[in-house]
């Protein structure tokens, strides 16, 4: 292989060091006008008078369009269709948007919304988890019971698997909201087009769900609208579904005034009203025979949800398959319920519903190794799951297992056999330790993923050799365009510096679901390698004509001919030529079915994705034992996401990853007051800067998946998740201070110590 | 109320009518179209917006424009020497530092005012110098590897 596993370039990077590369905000259009949004200022409540003409009177202000203005459906379409994309009667959220004000310049609209009154009356809420499972309040969503959803599992016989049990134990976990932090904040051009047609330009994920968002608000057939993929600074799960709602808000002034609406979040309004990882209280049950060997599991869990289901139905089911871990049990019984609350409405965070669970998980498997007295290690090394064994939903794995070598790479890789020291041997002020997590994460969309399991390319090869490639899933900093380019130069046998990656634009493709889920490389790689393998088949023909050789005897290497590894005196470009004055077709289109996946929802069992990723996390830090003080000293991590396309790039996943991890176990934590989150910035909500960053170590595990291009997985989502767990445990390690909650804060390890 | 004020970009002089509220972020970006100059948070917090003034690595979303009367300002786009790139950012992409991109600009320029304080740092000295600007993405391994890497190349090239 020439470009599998090879290093090269990121092909976006000189744009991104140059200051070329244009991201949403860099976009301007003729008369291009500015949207800025009138917002809820109360958790719930109901709207008895909205005054607009103060604001209306402002000059320079073009338009303020509220629920009853929107063309279309006044629907932001996820999973359900519970959420407006304006507030028409009742709020059910503090800035949940009312009105949006649109005028020639963002300061003036900003103006507009100042001016703006609001008479309402204020109605009971529901803030947090307990006051939802209690009805505090009844009925504050769509759903009975303040549930939005509810998923289970029912495997084997649990209280018998707790009564043969040697030692069983339950603790109660809780996490906290973690806020994406893109650097790139949420952004949208709506630019209406004569015969009511729309192109929306923007900051997202999922342009697909944006056409499905738009159409809705605009009652545009889908063929009339256009969506196109700007550079896209960051996102990790937080632009899947909140970009269709930033496009509702640009693409309703647009299409109303005629007028090119640009709309940009500020950063507090980001993250104060834009969804967030969900927070989590779990109650997990464990029970092991003297041996280790894991018996039984009982898992009872909760994720706040918010308002509005967005994505919560599929991030709690992720959450429920992955809630028993990485192991190998026959006994599991797991209630899995999202609740609704009168907060922003959670969504989607690369992990998407694991890290909650794998935290409570994995922090029991260090519980039961100590009262095992097994070491972490090898209570796992019991447990885990091998090639042969069957996951906690009855998934029989039968290849590309890489959990046992990522096991012991990560253990070496922070030197634990020197290392692992019990907390009791260990004295003075600053004390360090080490930890350890597991984990087995789903690749793509899983059984729950319905029509959206599915992934179009489209290649074009010009008659110079250069090769355009469009594809469905989109580039945010990840790496996936170079992927794709490496991944159409080895299946066409051109040079990757021939590939050019178009931006994604939705009259292109067809509907290739979500750039979600870790699934771009296996999903969007099919594809690209179908068409392909099309044109492939017109390049043999025309290089066999050209050099009287046998197709089957030709290979396309890198831009060159070769037979029984003999370079021919053509080329590429020369075969490309040949093609062209033959009339063959060099164009095609690629599709790719996900492999079949089953779930039955009454059990909860079955092959729930196609394929899983694995990984082991080890941490060292060192804990002040008088100030609760956390620096983590190393952090390790042994992925196994199957043949990496782009090795130093699959670094950079890992290492930043793992650091967002670390932010989520111990840094990061939105406080809120009366539903409202009262630190929206990056002074007040701390995420890692280098002064936080330990010694990273990324290792990767190849075990080749056979259904994956070239044999890979996927990466994007794993290095994250399993972070927290490692440094938690090592904090147990250092001080015998157990962690039950996260973030941990210093205040909440002193809090821990005294009890 | 509104000023003019005079304004030296990448090597261009510009005269610019400027509103007293005006940040020299917005001027730049806006007003004369250096969109390598990103707005990130808006309040000093993330770096994105950092550019040099008269030889200092600020950030641009904090400074008015009026202040800015009479400076010289170096953005991203006034960095290479034509596709020439600086060894900074050659060493970026060579080492894999840039993700997303949405900070890289920033980072560049505040590892550009830093290489000319100290041209042979430590990596804890690199850590500090870039601890003002955030990056999500790549947690910051290859982006301190790329400025030691750079460091180097620049002696080196002062040497010779």
């Known amino acids: 292989m020439s470009f599998i596993g090879k290093s090269i370039q990121r092909i976006d990077a000189v744009s991104k060091v140059n200051g070329s590369a244009k991201f949403i905000d860099d976009y301007y259009f003729d008369s291009m006008l500015y949207a800025r949004i009138f917002r809820a200022p109360v958790p719930r409540g109901r709207i008895k008078n909205l005054d607009l003409s103060a604001a209306e009177k402002l000059a320079g202000i073009k338009g303020i369009f509220t629920a009853k203005d929107i063309p279309g459906a006044n629907i932001v379409p996820v999973v359900e269709k519970d959420q407006p994309l304006l507030a028409d009667e009742v709020f059910n959220f503090a800035g949940e948007a009312i009105a949006i004000v649109v005028a020639d310049d963002p300061d003036i609209a900003e103006e507009g919304v100042s001016l703006i009154k609001l008479d309402y009356e204020e109605l009971p809420s529901i803030l947090t988890i307990e006051d939802s499972i209690n009805k505090t309040v009844p009925d504050i969503c769509s759903k009975p019971d303040n549930i939005f959803s509810h998923y289970k599992i029912r495997k084997g016989d649990f209280e018998k698997g707790f009564k043969s049990s040697d030692i069983s134990f339950e603790e109660e976990y809780k996490t906290g909201y973690q806020e994406h932090a893109y650097l790139e904040t949420q952004g949208m051009i709506a630019v209406p087009n004569p015969e009511k047609t729309i192109t929306v330009y923007g900051s997202m994920q999922c342009p697909f769900y944006v056409q499905e968002g738009v159409s809705e608000i605009t009652g545009y057939p889908l063929s009339d609208v256009r969506i196109i993929h700007t550079t896209t600074g960051g996102a990790f799960g937080g632009k899947e579904d909140v970009p269709s709602i930033i496009a509702g808000f640009a693409s309703v002034p647009a299409v109303i005034l005629n007028k090119p609406v640009k709309m940009v979040f500020d950063r507090a309004e980001d993250i104060m009203t834009t969804s967030k990882r969900h927070p989590a209280w779990i109650k997990f049950k464990t029970g092991f025979s003297k041996a280790g060997k894991l018996l039984a599991i009982k898992v009872e869990f909760y994720f706040n949800a918010g308002a509005y289901s967005t994505l919560t139905p599929i991030v709690l089911w992720r959450g429920l398959v992955h809630a028993m871990g990485p192991y190998a049990c026959d006994n599991i019984h797991i209630d899995a319920y999202a609740v609704a609350t009168n907060t922003v409405p959670c969504g989607a965070f690369r992990g998407f519903g694991t890290p909650q669970v794998i935290f409570a998980c994995e922090t029991q498997m260090d519980i039961a190794a100590e009262k095992l007295n097994l070491s972490p290690i090898d209570l796992r090394q019991i447990n885990i799951l091998k090639v042969g064994d069957s996951t906690g939903t009855s998934h029989d794995l039968d290849e590309s297992v890489g959990l046992e070598k990522s096991l012991h790479l990560a253990a070496d890789g922070i030197d634990w056999k020197n290392k692992f020291i019990p907390p009791s041997e260990k004295t003075g002020r600053k004390r360090r330790g080490v930890g350890i997590s597991t984990l087995f994460y789903g690749v793509g969309l899983g059984a729950k993923g319905g029509m959206l399991r599915r992934a179009g390319a489209f290649i074009q090869v010009y008659r110079d050799g250069s090769v355009n490639v469009a594809v469905g899933t989109t580039e945010m900093g990840q790496g996936s365009n170079t992927v794709f380019a490496q991944l159409t130069a080895e299946a066409l046998g051109c040079s990757p510096d021939n590939v050019t990656i178009l931006p994604i634009d939705t009259s292109r493709v067809p509907d290739s679901g979500p750039t979600v889920a870790s699934r771009s490389t296996v999903m969007t790689g099919n594809a690209i390698r179908n068409a392909a393998d099309q044109i492939k088949h017109y390049l043999l023909l025309g290089a066999s004509e050209l050099s009287g050789k046998p197709e089957e005897a030709i290979e396309l290497i890198d831009g060159r001919v070769l037979t029984a590894g003999n370079e021919l005196k053509i080329s590429f470009i020369d075969v490309v030529e040949h093609c062209f004055n033959q009339r063959y077709h060099l164009t095609s289109q690629g599709w790719f079915k996900a492999p079949s996946t089953s779930w039955d929802d009454d059990t909860g069992l079955g092959n729930a994705y196609f394929i899983y990723s694995f990984v082991t996390n080890t941490a060292e830090v060192e804990v002040d034992i008088e100030t609760g003080e956390v620096e983590v000293l190393n952090l390790v991590s042994a992925e196994d996401f199957g043949q990496p396309i782009n090795p130093k790039m699959a670094e950079g996943q890992i290492e930043g990853g793992v650091i967002q991890g670390m932010g989520y176990g111990i840094m990061e934590n939105l406080y809120s007051e009366k539903g409202i989150f009262i630190n929206p910035g990056f002074s007040t909500y701390l995420i890692p800067t280098t002064m936080d960053v330990p010694l990273v170590k990324p290792i990767i595990v190849n075990e080749g998946y056979s259904k994956g291009p070239y044999k890979a997985k996927g990466l994007g989502e794993c290095p994250l998740m399993g972070v927290a767990p490692a440094i938690t445990n090592a904090i147990y390690n250092a001080t015998g201070i157990r962690v039950r909650e996260i973030p941990a804060l210093p205040e909440l390890i002193i809090k821990q110590k005294k009890e | ?160």
């Open chain 2, 1 to 160: 109320m509104e000023h003019t004020i005079k304004l030296k970009v990448n090597g261009i002089s510009y005269d610019v009518r400027v509103q007293s509220k005006r940040s020299l972020l917005s001027v730049l970006r806006d007003d004369l179209g250096y969109i390598g100059v990103k707005e990130g948070c808006g309040a000093g917090e993330c770096g994105a917006c950092t550019i040099i003034m008269d030889g200092k690595a600020i950030n641009s979303c904090m400074v008015l424009a009026v202040e800015a009367d009479g400076s010289e300002i170096l953005t991203i786009e006034g960095l290479s020497d034509g596709d020439n790139l600086h060894p900074i950012q050659k060493q970026f992409i060579e080492k894999g530092a840039i993700q997303c991109g949405f900070c890289t600009p920033g980072m560049i320029l505040t590892t550009y005012e830093f290489l000319k304080r100290n041209p042979d740092p430590t990596e804890d000295e690199i850590k500090v110098a870039i601890s003002g600007n955030l990056c999500r993405c790549t947690g910051y391994v290859q982006i301190i590897e790329a400025i030691t890497a750079a460091a180097k190349e620049m002696k080196s090239n002062k040497e010779q």
